[in-house]
């Protein structure tokens, strides 16, 4: 049964950092792209960023490049988010998500006070 389990989310402010980390279980990690999403109660889920199954490639969305990276640690079965210089827009529920198939995690709250 795939598992996922996001972490590390909280309060910060703005252009402050933070990490988030997805755990995941019951697939083979190593062969499947990640993606992040985020979603304002009220508002459509977006696409934040993809990586790669093998961490070689990723892709953002515009609205966070240069500021938000994506990594994984397919020793760990994890995946990163790392948030820098925050903005109060960035506040959301941010989930992962095995690229192939509708799994998702349960999320975590960021928010990003001005």
């Known amino acids: 049964q795939v598992h996922l389990v996001e972490s590390g989310g909280g309060l910060v402010q703005a252009g402050g950092s933070l990490r988030l980390s997805c755990v995941a279980s019951?697939?083979?990690?190593?062969?499947?792209?990640m993606s992040w999403y985020r979603q304002v109660p009220g508002k459509e889920r977006e696409w934040v960023a993809w990586i790669m199954n093998t961490g070689s490639l990723t892709n953002y969305a515009d609205s966070v490049k240069g500021r938000l990276t994506v990594s994984r640690d397919n020793t760990k079965n994890t995946v990163f988010l790392q948030m820098d210089n925050l903005r109060p827009d960035d506040t959301a529920i941010y989930y992962c998500k095995r690229t192939d198939g509708d799994f998702w995690g349960q999320g975590a709250q960021v928010t990003v006070s001005s």
């Open positions: 019951g697939f083979d990690f190593s062969r499947y792209g």
